[in-house]
């Protein structure tokens, strides 16, 4: 596995309030994600990160922002946190060894927005 | 857009038994597809990955097969135990390499 962690695992929180997800790496994987994963949705790309400060949007990146400041971490911040964001967050890292590129992924974060 | 669909949704079998989860995709310009394994509130484990270019992949008790031209994959497993109860999902990637596609994953019961 490529040792990622996320915090906090759970969290539960007002609508209208601030909230921020961290995921930690320490492959030194150039690529990280950020998914999240609902009950007839499957897994969705919300964003990804192709380098320090380098990120763009995936499927579901409305209401949610990232930020890349240093290669371990990757931060996605919910600016207004909505009921409808409810969800279990997973994070992700691709390691590029030899063409293979495989993803790995954190434990989650369960969110849940009142 | 890459659509990804796994049958069937779910599946229970008694322990022994060899199964076959399928999935396909409907874009055949992939870099590889991966199949991960997702226990209850756990994240997801990567079980095996074939490379575009590849036919199968084996690991243990698992066989993972890959026709890249109908679009299609199997994920076998061989004599099933009750351990193996997980949701089994398959994932497929663009030709760039960097974004995957998931499927709805099979929910996979094994009774003892």
């Known amino acids: 596995d490529a040792g990622i962690t996320q915090s906090p695992r759970h969290k539960v929180t007002e609508t209208g309030t601030p909230v921020t997800l961290r995921c930690h790496q320490t492959?030194?994987?150039?690529?990280m994600y950020w998914y999240r994963q609902d009950p007839g949705h499957g897994l969705r790309l919300i964003h990804y990160?192709?380098?320090?400060?380098?990120?763009d949007k995936g499927e579901v990146s409305d209401g949610y922002s990232v930020s890349r400041s240093k290669t371990e971490d990757f931060l996605l911040t919910l600016e207004s946190a909505t009921s409808s964001q409810t969800s279990v967050y997973f994070c992700?890292?691709?390691?590029?060894?030899?063409?293979?590129?495989?993803?790995?992924f954190g434990p989650g974060t369960r969110l849940t927005v009142l | 857009k890459q659509e990804v669909t796994q049958i069937p949704a779910a599946l229970s079998v008694p322990e022994g038994e060899n199964l076959v989860l399928n999935c396909s995709f409907t874009?055949?310009?992939?870099?590889?597809l991966q199949w991960f394994r997702q226990d209850p509130g756990k994240g997801l484990t990567s079980l095996l990955l074939?490379?575009?270019?590849?036919r199968e992949q084996t690991s243990g008790r698992l066989n993972a097969s890959l026709d890249k031209s109908s679009g299609r994959s199997t994920l076998y497993i061989a004599a099933s135990q009750p351990g193996d109860s997980a949701t089994y999902l398959c994932?497929?990637?663009?030709?760039?390499?960097?974004?995957?596609?998931f499927g709805g994953g099979t929910r996979l019961m094994v009774k003892p």
């Open positions: 992700a890292s691709n390691r590029e060894v030899g063409g293979n590129n495989e993803q790995f």
């Open positions: 492959e030194n994987h150039r690529y």
């Open positions: 990160s192709y380098g320090v400060k380098d990120t």
């Open positions: 874009d055949s310009a992939i870099y590889n």
């Open positions: 074939i490379q575009s270019s590849q």
């Open positions: 994932a497929v990637t663009n030709n760039a390499g960097n974004m995957l596609t």
